[in-house]
């Protein structure tokens, strides 16, 4: 069986495509790079994340970039006779007054790990756009068209253009095609495919919240009419049909199903193996209860799916209620390599596990300055939009200890480095060593920024000298502490417990759509030189989750 999450942690809006034997899903990545992460299986069941689209030498620049903005919605696709990877994928730049300013791109590879083509511009009519790609060569862009206009039904209709890849543009202005398969409101997410006589039109609804769903439309033209699959939603966390279509707010936690472990269930695409059996990939949560907050994030699930006599697609074992046990699908097993608890820095290449928010990690970090080490050179403050230097891994479950091994020397009250849990600029928690005036030395200390009130418990400022000191971040399920060494042995706690569920996007009043991070940081705020050097950063899971 296949236990969901297939993609722990955050890991939103998946899009999967298979070629030959190969099977790979993209996921949103908004403010964080490298930008939209494609991890790999041959069984649908174990899954190594293997590149990221937009790494080095992209055209994107995120910076100055709100939380909850940034990359959208990647759709990857995969042209057989072309042998041409494509993905579209949306720029969010602005959400402000609910006017969702986002910019459309479309770019090819023969290789999914790249070199990918420059961006091709295709509109800013709304977000979640993807391509479809007919067997004469013809090719249609099909997005959500947001809508601001009082009197009008909000967020908006799925609508279509055609494209012309020659040409680099689409042909007019997008046409509406679709309102939605269900009442729930908040339409998004549209992927078009085609089977037999019939294009079919897979859609989210309800909004990615806990009223979340996937539905289905087909019509035997392109531009429709289509007919809603009569059993919608195909599948949801929220069973029932309740008409939410005047409500644009997508959370809506009124719609958590105590009889499911996970929530907000929707956005999804599928695939077909050689052997006809089909799998559809979702996003999904889990949430704290009852506080229902999602410190993780959405995650991606995957259900075995299969077509009815009538040609509409089913979840394989009846009913519409995403499952956490999957039956897997007739493939070899493949074990592939995860993400190693330990690392060392003994490789000159960063590890495809490290994010930044919104600059490449390649900016500020060093592994050949100083063999064995990794060496991050401060910037800007860790509640900068623009450059924070700031390596950090998704959390993938709630019940873990992350170590460093750092060497640091402050010099000013300016500098600053250390371990940290971070939600976004405005929400985080970290064990900084900096440099005190009031001991005239260097000293550790807890600092936590709460919805942009910034708090430092100089409570537990204790001296530090120059030796390497050990940093550690405790996660134990509700309860998050910090605590340090000074050799690597005896862990003295430091600071308070803090709650874990507030690095979500229920209580972060600043970002959302993403999840909680851990990592490591250093900030120089005079000059943007200083340097700390970290031996390691390992994990160690302390419990099942």
Not at 26 to 48: C, I, Q, R, T
Not at 264 to 270: E, R, V
Not at 325 to 337: A, G, K, R
Not at 370 to 398: C, D, Y
Request: aromatic share 12%; charged share 25%.
């Amino acid at each position: 069986m296949i236990k969901n999450p297939i993609l722990p942690g955050f890991n939103p809006d998946p899009c999967i495509v298979r070629k030959d034997d190969d099977y790979y899903i993209a996921v949103s990545s908004f403010e964080w790079m490298p930008g939209l992460p494609v991890y790999h299986s041959k069984d649908l069941n174990h899954w190594e994340l293997y590149t990221h689209i937009l790494a080095e030498g992209s055209d994107v620049d995120l910076r100055k970039l709100p939380s909850a903005k940034g990359i959208w919605a990647p759709c990857l696709t995969y042209v057989e006779n072309e042998d041409l990877f494509y993905v579209v994928y949306g720029v969010m730049n602005s959400m402000n007054a609910r006017y969702f300013d986002i910019d459309n791109f479309v770019i090819t590879a023969k290789d999914i790990r790249g070199p990918w083509s420059r961006p091709v511009y295709l509109h800013s009519a709304g977000f979640d756009a993807s391509l479809y790609h007919e067997e004469d060569g013809r090719k249609y862009l099909v997005s959500l068209e947001w809508e601001t206009r009082d009197g009008y039904e909000k967020p908006g209709s799925i609508c279509m253009a055609e494209y012309d890849p020659k040409a680099g543009k689409l042909i007019g202005y997008p046409k509406t095609i679709w309102r939605g398969g269900t009442d729930r409101g908040c339409i998004e997410g549209p992927h078009l495919t085609k089977r037999g006589e019939y294009y079919y039109l897979m859609c989210a609804e309800g909004g990615t919240g806990y009223n979340h769903c996937v539905t289905m439309a087909r019509a035997k033209n392109i531009w429709g009419p289509y007919e809603g699959d009569p059993m919608n939603p195909i599948v949801t966390s929220a069973p029932g049909n309740p008409n939410e279509r005047a409500d644009p707010d997508h959370l809506k936690p009124k719609y958590y199903n105590p009889a499911s472990r996970l929530q907000k269930s929707g956005h999804g695409s599928y695939v077909e193996t050689p052997k006809g059996e089909v799998y559809l990939v979702h996003l999904t949560s889990r949430p704290f209860v009852p506080e229902l907050r999602c410190t993780l994030g959405r995650e991606t699930a995957i259900e075995k799916m299969k077509w009815t006599k009538d040609g509409w697609l089913r979840m394989a074992g009846g009913g519409n209620l995403a499952l956490e046990e999957v039956p897997e699908p007739d493939l070899p097993d493949c074990l592939l390599p995860g993400i190693p608890d330990r690392d060392d820095f003994d490789s000159e290449v960063l590890g495809k596990e490290y994010y930044a928010p919104r600059i490449l990690p390649s900016s500020f970090t060093d592994l050949k300055a100083r063999p064995g080490w990794l060496r991050i050179r401060g910037q800007e403050s860790l509640t900068s939009l623009n450059r924070v230097s700031l390596l950090a891994r998704k959390l993938t479950g709630l019940h873990f200890q992350m170590t460093a091994k750092m060497e640091f020397r402050p010099e000013v009250c300016q500098h600053s480095a250390g371990i940290i849990l971070y939600y976004d600029n405005m929400n985080f928690v970290c064990l900084r060593k900096y440099y005190s005036a009031t001991l005239g030395q260097g000293a550790l200390s807890v600092l936590r920024l709460d919805n942009g009130t910034r708090r430092e418990y100089v409570d537990t400022r204790i001296p530090a000298d120059d030796a390497p000191v050990f940093l550690r971040l405790e996660i134990n399920g509700r309860d998050s502490f910090f605590s340090y060494s000074t050799d690597g042995g005896n862990y003295i706690r430091i600071g308070q417990v803090f709650n874990t569920t507030e690095f979500s996007d229920e209580y972060c009043r600043y970002g959302e759509f993403t999840g909680a991070m851990a990592g490591i940081f250093v900030c120089d705020r005079m000059m943007h030189k200083k340097t700390a050097d970290f031996d390691f950063l390992g994990t160690v899971p302390t419990a099942l989750h």
